[in-house]
């Protein structure tokens, strides 16, 4: 009878000690929103022949719903705020565990940093991912000088003093969550136009670090080793600026390893781009209307040079391109 009452006061503290984990723990559900981008992959289809992977510049820029509607593609794009390289070829191994697609597109905006940028960004990638051995890789990867691995591990440890700070999307999203996204694009309607352009400053240096190096190796192997054809992209943007050094860096290592790669810069006119209408935050980033000029281009792309299925007919998807029109009007 002891052994039993020991057993379930052991039970009852850990459902409590669980409870107060996703009590206190961010929701992204109507704040921060990025934040639950990760783990919304996890209840769609495994059926994608498109995959993309980075940082903001695919999850604000690319809608797969239009590629769909455009040529028939069924996309999903796996990004998450300021997406660190390593971050990348690890989700992408992740999701090699669940479905192989035909392509992988990399924008390769991370290849210009090489360590953590914080304990905040590093969240919004990682917080939401299963467990797995890819996560535990990612988090060792990562992690700023002041973290440590057990606040992963245990959430609680790192937000028991958020208490205080509990609002009405706590309670509202403790047992369930808000997808905020469409195949993985963020729906940004707002405009805020191009109005000066920033200045092109002078750098020590416009080499690559070896480690951005050595994680574009892992992803181009990963991707051959598994007969997908990688795409390295760079995404239309005013800021921050992509240097002509480090387009060519890029270049050369398309060239050196058979891979395709597109700079969309170039493209702003043929697109049909305009920063004074197609931006939400002064040239970072494309809102509704830009992105969808350019997921329209890109889709002419991976149909016309990449061997894609036609879905137009699905009804899955036709229905989810039902609800994303009704979403954007």
Known sequence: ?????????????????????????PKYATSLVEGSMISQYYDESK?????FIGDCEVYANFSPMVMFEEKGIKAYIRGSSQQLIWQSYYILEETLKYEKPKVVVFNVNSMRYAEPVSEEYNRLTIDYMKWSKQ????????????????YYIFPLLRYHSRYDKLTKEDFEYLFKRKDNTFNGFLVNKNVKPVENLPVKKRLASYQFEDICYEYLDKITKLCKDNSIELVLIKA???????????DEQIKQYAEKN?????????????????YSTDT??????????GATKLSKFFANILAENYNLTDFSGDKLYNQKLQEYKEFIK
Not at 47 to 51: A, G, L, Q, R, T
Not at 135 to 150: G, L, P, Q, Y
Not at 237 to 246: A, G, L, N
Not at 258 to 274: A, R, T
């Open 280 to 289: 939400y935050d002064g040239g970072l980033h494309l809102n509704l209307n």
């Open 1 to 25: 009878m002891r052994k039993l009452r020991i057993i379930i006061i052991i039970i009852f503290f850990i459902i409590l000690f669980m409870f107060f984990t996703r009590l206190l723990s």
């Open 135 to 150: 996560k535990v890789d990612i988090i060792k990867a990562s992690m700023t000088e002041d973290e440590n691995i057990w």
């Open 236 to 246: 239309p943007s005013v800021y921050p600026y992509w240097y002509d050094e480090y």
């Open 258 to 274: 058979d891979i395709d790669y597109y700079n969309l810069k170039n493209n702003v006119e043929e697109i049909g781009i305009d």
């Open 47 to 51: 059926d994608h022949e498109v995959v």
